[in-house]
C-alpha cells in the first residue's frame, strides 16, 4: 500500500521556472464563490480550495520559517469545526521553543438575502496557551461568522529552531484539496532525504536554482534549491477500523536532514549509513554507554534467577524479575529518559530505562541479549530506503538462546516469555548490538490468539442441565482475559461479576489456574448449572451453546475497504461441546454442517454436529491464520463472519418424544 | 527567646509523633477489605475563610491500594487557576507494615493544561500516580490550596468510587464568626459540631467505616445513596465582585444585576433587522418563532470558558459580530434579539443531560447547573428554546434539559421552573416494515420509522450528512442486520411536535439461514432490546428508571413460495411495574406479521425489585432473539 518514492533533490530541471508565488490572501474567485459542491467527492462537508506553504532557513538566525495559508470552502454545518483552529507548536523550553505569528483570517459567508459578506479574525479572539503539553504550546482560534457556503481563508508563519525534520507537508487530510502546494527553499549546505508517503501522484515537481539566497553574514553566501511540489484533487482520508497509523497511508512529504555544511566548509552528516548510526549509537549517551552499565545489575539480580543452569530458564527469571520490578511510566521511546540507574532505583520509567535495563541485565548475567529498535503502530511504518533513526519510537529486548531468539518487552507484567504486545507488532526492528553490525528483523507476533472452550453437560428430563465449562486461553487472548480479570479485586470477584452477567447460567464453582504464571496458557474451569426448559412448552429444551462465544454483530461492517485489515495476530479459536441428554428426548434442531475457507489459505470456518446414543457432540473451529489481510479479501473475511452469526443463531432443541 | 522557640518546637514535635497513623494494612477493619481496590485510611478537608479573598483548603489523604484494581485511586490531580494557587504538596509511600519506603513533592508532579475543545481556557491540573509495583501500599499526601475567591466550595464527599472503602474522614470550615456558611447535608445520619474560638467559628463533620460500594446499574442520582455535604457563602467575593445570596431569588436577582446587566446591547443595525424581521408576523409566538431561526442561521456553538470563569456570557453584541457563541453567549444574544421584537424571556440554568437532575429547590450554591437555556413565558404558553444548536426545533428541548427544575433569572429575581415533560407515549420510536423473504433466505426490506420526543434524534448523527456517508454508517444503526442500502431518506416534520422520519430499503443475503432445507427466520433483527443490565446480589440501591419511553414495531414478513411455518400464532405479555412488552405473531395467507410494542416507565422502585427488572430485560431479550422455522409445503 505504501509508496515511497525518493525525489532526487539535485536533479534539477534545466529550464527556467517563475518565481512561485502565494496566491492573494482574501480574494476568492467567482468560482470558488459559486461552488455548491465538490463534483470528485460530493459527499464532502468542506472541501480545500487552495493550499500553499513554504519554509526556508532564515538567513538572520538559522532558524526554520514556515509561512502557511489555506482556503477553505464550508459547505454545510458538519465542516463548522474547520473554522476553529489549534496549531501546537514545540515549546522544549530556554532558546528551544517555535513561534507563531503573523495570524490573518478572513470568513466570506453569504448573509440573510444571499449576498457575500466579509468579515476578518478578531486579533482579541487568538488565544496562545503556553506549555498545553510538557512540549508544546497551542494556539488557537476561531473564525466568524461560519455559514453553510461560506469561503473561510487563514494564514500564519510559524519560526522554528528544529530543523532536522524540515517541516512535513500533509497533502491529504480529512476533507479533500482542491489543490496544495509546497514550496520549500533549502540552501545548499542543508542536505535532507525527502520522501512522498501515499498513493497519489505529484502534479507539480519542479526544482530551480535561487542564487545566493541563504546569507547568514560573514560574506557566506549559499545558493538554494527551489522546489515546487503539488497534488491536485486528492481524495479525502477516511480511517477504517482494524487498520495500523493512518500516516502509513496518508499523502505527505517527510523530511530528514542529512547532512549540513558550516561557514568553514565542515560538513556534517545527520542521516547516515547504518553503520555510522550504529557507531552512534553505541556511544549515545542515552542508548550505547547505558547498555554497557551491565555490572550494575551483577548483584543487583535475584541470586536464584543467576544460579539456573538453563540458559532459557535464567533468560524467563530474569525477564519475569525486570517485569514485575518496573512501572512503565506510559511514555514510549528508545532512548533512556533518567539513565538506568536511576530508573531501577525508582521502579519506574519509560519504554527505553526499562528495556534497555532488561538487555543490560541479561548480558550482565551472561546471557546474549541485543536491543531492538521498532516504530510502534501508531507511530507508523519505518522508512526502508535510508536509515531514519527518528522513525523509532520503542525500543525491545532480543534475547539468543542457542539458535533461537526471543523478542522482550518487560513494560507489562501481564505478558508472556517471547511475545511483545501488540503495539510493537509492525513490520520491521532493527536489532542494535553492542558489538556487531545492526541488521533488521521481522516483528511477527510469536503466539496466535488462541482459545479452546470445552462445554460438557449432562440434561435432565426437568430441563436442567449440570456440567462443567473451560476456556483455556493463550497469546493476545490470555493476555487480555488477564487484564480483565485483573480490574477485579480478586478471581472470586470476577466469577461473581461473570454469574450475574449470565442470566441464565449459575456457576457454583470456579477454579481459575495460571493467573500469574504468564508464561502458560490461562485456565478457567467452571462448574455450572442451567436452566434450559422452554417457558412455553414444557416438552421442549433449548440451547445455545455459545453462552460465552456469542458474536452478536459483525465487526466488520464497511461494504468495501480502502485500506488492509490489520488484526494484529493470527487467532484460532476451538469449541468443543458434548451434551448427554434424556432417552425419551430427540433433537429435533441443530446447526448444519459448515467447512468454509478463505482464499490463500487465509482461514476457515468449520462446524460439526454429530449425534450418537442420546450424546450429542458439536465441535466449530474458528482459524485466522494471518495478521493482515488485504481489501481484495476482505469481502471473504466479511463473509466468513456472516457466516459465523448465522450458525450461532441456531439453538440446539431437543422434544420429548 | 530560647526556651520559647525550644517549648514551640518540643509541642510541634509532640503533635507529629502523636498525628503519626498506623497505615499498617493488618489494622484496616475487615468489613472494608470486603470487595474494594484500596481503603481510604483518613481523609481530612479544612477549608479556612481568611476574609472573602483568602480562602485556603488543606486536605490530608491516605489510600491504601490493595491491588491492581485500586491502583488508580492513588492518581493525584490538583487544579489551579489564575486565581487559585497550589502552596505546598507533600507526600509518603509506606508498604504493607507501614513503614515508610519514599516520599514525593511538587517536583514529582507533571503539569498540564486542561486543554479540550474550548477556545479559551486557563485552567491548568499538576497530577502524579507514584510507581509502586508490589501490593498492598499505601500513599499518604497533604496539599494545601489558595484561592482569592469565596463565592463557590466544593462539596465533601467522603467516597466518590465503587470499590474504594473508607476508615474515617472529615471536614472542618473554619471562618471568622460572622461569616455565614449556608449547607446541606445528604445520606449523612452523624451530626456536624460547631465551635467558636475568639474571632473564628469551626464547623465540622466526621464519618467512619463506609464499606466499599458495587457498581449497581439503574442507581438513581449519586447525592441519593453517598453522604456528603454541599457548602455555600452567603456573602463572597470573585474575580473582583462582591455579592450575597442565600436563596434563588437572590441569587437570580445577583445573576441578573452583575452578570448579565448591560450584555443585552445590540447595534442599530441589528435591531432594524429584527423589527423588519417580525414585521408581518402577528403573534408573540410567531415573532419569537422567526427571531430564533435568525440566531440559527447566524450563529454557531463554541466552547468558550472566557469571562467571569465561564459565568458571565459574551456581550450580545459580540456575538452578533463573531457569529459564534458559548450556550451562555448564544441565550443571551436569543434574548436581546427577542428583546428587541419586544418579547420577554429568561435566561435560566440548567443541569443538561440525559440523566435528569434538578437545580435544588432547598440549596442554594453555583454550579448546580451546566448549561443555560431560554424560557419565553408566554400566557399558557410558556416555550423552551435551546440556542446551542442550529437544527433544533423551535420549542424543543429534547431529553437534554426535559423534566427538570431550572433556575430562571426573571426581572423579580431567581425563579425556579420545571421544563416540560414529554410523556411515554411522544418519546416513542414508531416502525413499520414488510420484510420479503426469497427461498434462499435473503430477505428485501423497506422500513419507515418515526423517531419523537426523547427518542427524535436517535437517528440524528446521519442527519444532514451526505447520501455516500448515511449510507455507510447506517449499518452501525442496525447492527443485528448485515445488508446493503438501496435507498435511505430522512425526513423532519414540526407539527403537531418535532419528529424525524427515516425510510429506508434494503437487502440482507443472510437473514435467514438454511439448515437441512428448513428456513430459520429471526422474527426481530431491526429492534432487538440487549442491555440486559447484570443480576445484582444483595443490591442496596433503589432502582432508578430515568426516562419513560415507547417502541413499537410492526413487522410484515412476506413468506417465499411453497414455504409455511408449524409454528402456532402466539401472543405474549410481559407487564411489570416497569414497563410492558408484547408481541403477538399471526399468520395470514403467506404471511406473518409480528407486532411488537416495549414501554418502559420511569420512576423509582424498591431495590428488592431489581431482580424483576433483570428478569424482566432478559425474558423481553430471548423473545426478541426469538427464531421461526420455515418449511417447505
Known amino acids: 500500500m505504501k509508496k515511497t518514492l525518493i525525489l532526487g533533490l539535485l536533479a534539477l530541471s534545466c529550464f527556467h521556472l517563475k518565481a512561485q508565488e502565494d496566491f492573494q490572501f482574501g480574494k476568492p474567485t467567482s468560482t470558488e464563490f459559486e461552488l455548491k459542491k465538490y463534483g470528485q467527492d460530493t459527499s464532502a462537508n468542506a472541501v480545500v480550495l487552495r493550499e500553499f506553504g513554504t519554509a526556508y532557513i532564515s538567513s538572520s538566525n538559522s532558524n526554520l520559517i514556515f509561512n502557511y495559508h489555506v482556503r477553505l470552502k464550508i459547505f454545510n454545518s458538519k465542516a463548522f469545526d474547520k473554522g476553529q483552529i489549534a496549531v501546537m507548536i514545540r515549546n522544549q523550553g530556554g532558546d528551544a521553543f517555535e513561534t507563531m505569528r503573523d495570524i490573518k483570517g478572513v470568513t466570506f459567508y453569504p448573509d440573510e438575502n444571499g449576498l457575500m459578506r466579509q468579515s476578518d479574525l478578531d486579533p482579541k479572539q487568538i488565544f496562545k496557551q503556553t506549555k498545553a503539553t510538557k512540549f508544546s504550546d497551542q494556539v488557537k482560534f476561531a473564525l466568524p461568522n461560519i455559514r453553510p457556503g461560506s469561503i473561510i481563508e487563514y494564514s500564519y508563519q510559524i519560526e522554528s529552531p528544529f530543523i532536522h525534520n524540515f517541516r512535513t507537508w500533509e497533502f491529504q487530510e480529512d476533507i479533500p484539496k482542491i489543490y496544495s502546494e509546497f514550496s520549500p527553499r533549502i540552501p545548499g549546505n542543508y542536505n535532507y532525504n525527502v520522501s512522498l508517503r501515499g498513493p497519489f501522484k505529484l502534479s507539480k515537481n519542479k526544482g530551480e536554482v535561487e542564487k545566493e539566497c541563504y546569507s547568514p553574514g560573514g560574506g557566506f553566501k549559499v545558493d538554494c534549491s527551489k522546489m515546487i511540489y503539488a497534488m491536485e484533487n486528492i481524495p479525502a482520508f477516511k480511517e477504517e477500523a482494524y487498520m495500523t497509523a493512518a500516516s502509513n497511508f496518508k499523502a505527505a512529504m517527510y523530511y530528514e536532514l542529512s547532512d549540513y555544511t558550516d561557514f568553514h566548509g565542515v560538513k556534517t552528516n545527520y542521516t547516515k549509513e547504518w553503520k555510522d548510526i550504529d557507531h552512534e549509537l553505541k556511544t549515545h549517551e542515552w542508548f550505547g554507554l547505558q547498555l554497557k552499565k551491565k555490572d550494575f545489575f551483577k548483584d543487583r539480580l535475584p541470586a536464584t534467577t543467576l544460579t539456573a543452569s538453563d540458559p532459557l530458564e535464567k533468560a524467563k527469571g530474569i525477564y519475569h524479575f525486570m517485569q514485575t520490578w518496573f512501572r512503565w511510566n506510559g511514555i514510549r521511546g528508545k532512548y533512556t529518559d533518567e539513565g538506568l540507574k536511576k530508573a531501577f532505583e525508582g521502579h519506574a520509567g519509560n519504554v527505553g530505562d526499562i528495556n534497555l535495563s532488561l538487555v543490560a541485565a541479561m548480558n550482565s548475567a551472561g546471557l546474549d541479549a541485543e536491543a531492538v529498535m521498532l516504530s510502534t503502530r501508531d507511530n507508523g511504518l519505518i522508512n526502508n530506503l535510508f536509515p531514519v533513526v527518528s522513525d523509532f519510537d520503542y525500543v525491545v529486548c532480543k534475547v539468543n538462546i542457542g539458535d533461537t531468539y526471543y523478542l522482550l518487552d518487560a513494560t507489562d507484567q501481564l505478558l508472556p516469555f517471547g511475545l511483545l504486545p501488540l503495539r510493537c507488532i509492525n513490520d520491521r526492528g532493527r536489532v542494535m548490538s553492542l558489538n556487531k553490525a545492526s541488521y533488521w528483523i521481522d516483528l511477527k507476533a510469536s503466539q496466535k490468539q488462541s482459545k479452546t472452550v470445552s462445554l460438557k453437560l449432562d440434561i435432565n428430563e426437568n430441563g436442567k442441565a449440570a456440567g462443567t465449562f473451560s476456556v483455556y486461553s493463550a497469546g493476545y487472548e490470555a493476555y487480555d482475559k488477564r487484564r480483565m480479570i485483573k480490574k477485579y479485586n480478586s478471581i472470586d470477584d470476577y466469577v461473581e461479576n461473570l454469574d450475574e452477567s449470565l442470566q441464565k447460567i449459575k456457576i457454583l464453582k470456579h477454579d481459575i489456574q495460571n493467573l500469574d504464571t504468564v508464561d502458560q496458557s490461562l485456565s478457567e474451569k467452571y462448574e455450572i448449572e442451567i436452566d434450559i426448559a422452554d417457558k412455553v412448552s414444557k416438552d421442549r429444551l433449548i440451547l445455545n451453546p455459545y453462552f460465552l462465544e456469542r458474536l452478536s454483530e459483525n465487526p466488520l461492517k464497511l461494504e468495501e475497504r480502502n485500506y488492509p485489515i490489520d488484526l494484529g495476530a493470527a487467532s484460532e479459536t476451538r469449541i468443543i461441546v458434548e451434551i448427554n441428554y434424556p432417552a425419551n428426548f430427540e433433537i429435533t434442531n441443530k446447526p448444519s454442517n459448515i467447512g468454509l475457507a478463505l482464499p490463500n489459505s487465509g482461514g476457515k470456518f468449520i462446524s460439526n454436529t454429530a449425534v450418537e446414543a442420546n450424546t450429542l457432540t458439536f465441535m466449530n473451529h474458528k482459524l485466522l491464520t494471518k495478521a493482515i489481510y488485504s481489501p481484495e479479501e476482505y469481502p471473504y473475511l466479511k463473509e466468513l463472519y456472516n457466516k459465523i452469526i448465522q450458525s450461532q443463531q441456531v439453538d440446539l432443541i431437543f422434544k420429548k418424544k | ?633
Not at chain 2, 95 to 120: A, C, M, R, T
Not at chain 2, 298 to 307: F, L, P
Request: aromatic share 12%; with cysteine; glycine share 6%.
Open chain 2, 1 to 633: 527567646m530560647n526556651i520559647k522557640i525550644i517549648f514551640l518546637s518540643l509541642i510541634l514535635l509532640g503533635s507529629k509523633a502523636f498525628a503519626q497513623t498506623n497505615y499498617a494494612v493488618s489494622s484496616i477493619p475487615k468489613n472494608l477489605l470486603i470487595k474494594a481496590g484500596a481503603v481510604v485510611r483518613a481523609y481530612d478537608e479544612e477549608i479556612r475563610v481568611n476574609d472573602l479573598t483568602d480562602v485556603v483548603y488543606h486536605t490530608k489523604f491516605a489510600v491504601t491500594i490493595l491491588n491492581e484494581s485500586g491502583r488508580s485511586e492513588g492518581r493525584m490531580r490538583f487544579y489551579y487557576d489564575k486565581i487559585s494557587q497550589i502552596k505546598s504538596i507533600k507526600g509518603s509511600i509506606y508498604n504493607e507494615f507501614g513503614l515508610p519506603v519514599g516520599k514525593f513533592g511538587e517536583k514529582n508532579f507533571q503539569d498540564q493544561s486542561i486543554s479540550d475543545y474550548s477556545l479559551y481556557l486557563d485552567d491548568r491540573v499538576k497530577h502524579y500516580n507514584p510507581a509502586v509495583t508490589t501490593y498492598p501500599y499505601t500513599i499518604e499526601y497533604e496539599v494545601e490550596i489558595k484561592t482569592k475567591q469565596s463565592l463557590f466550595f466544593p462539596s465533601w464527599v467522603p467516597v466518590n468510587s465503587t470499590a474504594v472503602s473508607l476508615e474515617k474522614s472529615s471536614l472542618k470550615f473554619i471562618c471568622p464568626i460572622d461569616f455565614k456558611l449556608r449547607f446541606k447535608e445528604y445520606c449523612f445520619s452523624g451530626k456536624h459540631s460547631e465551635t467558636t474560638e475568639g474571632n473564628t467559628k469551626m464547623l465540622s463533620w466526621e464519618i467512619n467505616n463506609i464499606a466499599a460500594l458495587r457498581d449497581e446499574p439503574y442507581s438513581p442520582d449519586y447525592d441519593k445513596f453517598l453522604p456528603m455535604v454541599k457548602l455555600a457563602p452567603e456573602n463572597f467575593a470573585y474575580k473582583g465582585i462582591k455579592g450575597s445570596f442565600s436563596n434563588w431569588a437572590e441569587y437570580g436577582r445577583w445573576m441578573s444585576e452583575t452578570l448579565l446587566k448591560g450584555r443585552d446591547v445590540l447595534t442599530e443595525q441589528t435591531r432594524q433587522e429584527i423589527l423588519e424581521l417580525i414585521k408581518n408576523a402577528v403573534t408573540p409566538k410567531e415573532k419569537a418563532k422567526l427571531v430564533y431561526q435568525y440566531m440559527q442561521k447566524k450563529t454557531r456553538y463554541i466552547s468558550v470558558q472566557i469571562g467571569i470563569g465561564g459565568y458571565q456570557p459574551f456581550p450580545a453584541a459580540e456575538v452578533d459580530r463573531l457569529g459564534y457563541g458559548d450556550c451562555k453567549g448564544l441565550v443571551n444574544y436569543t434574548k436581546a434579539l427577542l428583546n428587541v421584537a419586544g418579547i420577554e424571556s429568561y435566561y435560566c440554568v440548567v443541569y443538561a443531560g440525559s440523566f435528569r437532575r434538578n437545580i435544588e429547590d432547598s440549596f442554594t450554591s453555583l454550579n448546580q447547573g451546566n448549561h443555560v437555556i431560554l424560557c419565553l413565558p408566554f400566557k399558557s404558553d410558556t416555550t423552551w428554546l435551546e440556542c446551542t444548536s442550529q437544527h433544533s426545533p423551535f420549542g424543543f428541548l429534547g431529553d437534554f434539559t426535559d423534566d427538570r427544575v431550572v433556575l430562571a433569572c426573571t426581572p423579580e429575581g431567581g425563579k425556579l421552573m420545571r421544563t416540560p415533560k414529554m410523556e411515554t407515549k411522544e418519546n416513542a420510536q414508531i416502525r413499520t416494515a414488510e420484510l420479503t423473504i426469497s427461498a434462499q433466505g435473503a430477505v428485501t426490506g423497506k422500513l419507515t420509522t418515526q423517531f419523537s420526543g426523547a427518542q427524535y434524534d436517535n437517528h440524528d448523527e446521519l442527519l444532514n450528512e451526505p447520501y455516500e456517508e448515511q449510507v455507510k454508517k447506517i449499518g452501525d444503526l442496525y447492527p443485528k442486520l448485515t445488508f446493503q442500502t438501496t435507498q435511505l431518506q430522512y425526513k423532519k416534520l414540526e407539527d403537531p411536535k418535532p419528529s424525524t422520519i427515516e425510510n429506508l430499503s434494503f437487502i440482507s443475503n443472510d437473514y435467514c439461514s438454511l439448515v437441512d432445507g428448513k428456513l430459520l427466520l429471526p422474527i426481530n433483527k431491526l429492534n432487538v432490546f440487549d442491555r440486559v443490565p447484570k443480576e445484582v446480589r444483595n443490591r442496596l440501591n433503589a432502582v432508578y428508571i430515568n426516562r419513560s419511553w415507547y417502541d413499537e414495531d410492526l413487522i410484515t414478513f412476506n413468506l417465499p413460495e411453497n414455504y409455511n411455518t408449524t409454528f402456532p400464532a402466539e401472543k405474549r405479555i410481559v407487564d411489570k411495574a416497569f414497563g410492558k412488552y408484547t408481541c403477538d405473531i399471526s399468520y395470514s395467507g403467506n404471511k406473518i406479521i409480528y407486532k411488537r410494542t416495549l414501554q418502559l416507565n420511569d420512576g423509582t422502585y424498591p431495590a428488592e425489585q431489581y431482580a424483576d427488572l433483570v428478569n424482566f430485560f432478559q425474558e423481553i431479550h430471548e423473545l426478541d432473539t426469538g427464531i421461526i422455522t420455515l418449511v417447505r409445503r
